[in-house]
Structures are given as structure tokens and as C-alpha cells.
């Protein structure tokens, strides 16, 4: 059964940074699209940051832009794919989960309901 575990949320205050983790279990294929969303109680899924595995392609949203990296380790099976968050907002504020699928970031447009597996979240609070 394909898993995502994640690991890293916590509180910390404006300006910290936190890393968050996310490695894969049970996949056969290694080459996956791997992106961060966030969600708040009341607002819809919002994506902050992607990974496609084979390339190293990235992809941020505005809010994410400068402050945020995504990265993978070099392992392909599991596969680890971090989310550095630096100079944090309060409104980075949220649940934070990771998603993977094969094929979902290499369509020309893309969301949330084309990532087939979720890890189960993360809290990240952040106190001004």
C-alpha cells in the first residue's frame, strides 16, 4: 500500500523556520510528482510548493516565492522530499500535507484533486 509519512510541523515564531519532511512506503515507481499544500479550517486545499522527482523541476506559489525550498534526497526508494520554510508568517499558519502522484504535475494544469495519495498532515503554527 503506496504511504506518505510526514513529519516536522510544530510552533515556532514569526521569522523561524521550520523543515518539513515526507517520505514515501510501499511504491514500486520512484519517479513521482511530490507538492506541500496547506489548508485552514474554512478555506479550500492551497498548493505551496512542488516537486516532479525525475527532473528536479520545481514549482512555488506567490506566497512561497523566496521564502520556501523544495528539495528531494538523493535516495529514489523511499523517496524524502523536504520543505524548507524560512522567515514564517503567521499566515503560513496551517495544516500542511504532502501529496504525490505519478503523472499529476506534468499536466498543463494541475490541482489538488489529481494527487492520488496524502500523507495524513502536519501542523505548523506561527505566533507574531
Known amino acids: 500500500r503506496e504511504m506518505l509519512l510526514e513529519s516536522g510541523g510544530g510552533s515556532v515564531q514569526a521569522g523561524g523556520s521550520l523543515r518539513l519532511s515526507c517520505t514515501t512506503s510501499g511504491y514500486v515507481y520512484t519517479v513521482l510528482c511530490v507538492g506541500w499544500f496547506r489548508q485552514v479550517p474554512g478555506k479550500e486545499r492551497e498548493e505551496v510548493a512542488t516537486i516532479y522527482s525525475g527532473t528536479g523541476a520545481t514549482f512555488y506559489a506567490d506566497s512561497a516565492k523566496g521564502r520556501f525550498n523544495i528539495s528531494r534526497d538523493s535516495a529514489e526508494n523511499p523517496l524524502t522530499v523536504y520543505l524548507q520554510m524560512n522567515s514564517l508568517k503567521s499566515e503560513d499558519t496551517a495544516m500542511y500535507y504532502c501529496?504525490?502522484?505519478?503523472?499529476?504535475?506534468?499536466?498543463?494544469?494541475?490541482?489538488?484533486?489529481?494527487?492520488?495519495?496524502w500523507g495524513q498532515g502536519t501542523q505548523v503554527t506561527v505566533s507574531s
Open positions: 501529496a504525490a502522484d505519478r503523472f499529476a504535475c506534468l499536466r498543463t494544469v494541475y490541482g489538488a484533486a489529481d494527487f492520488g495519495t
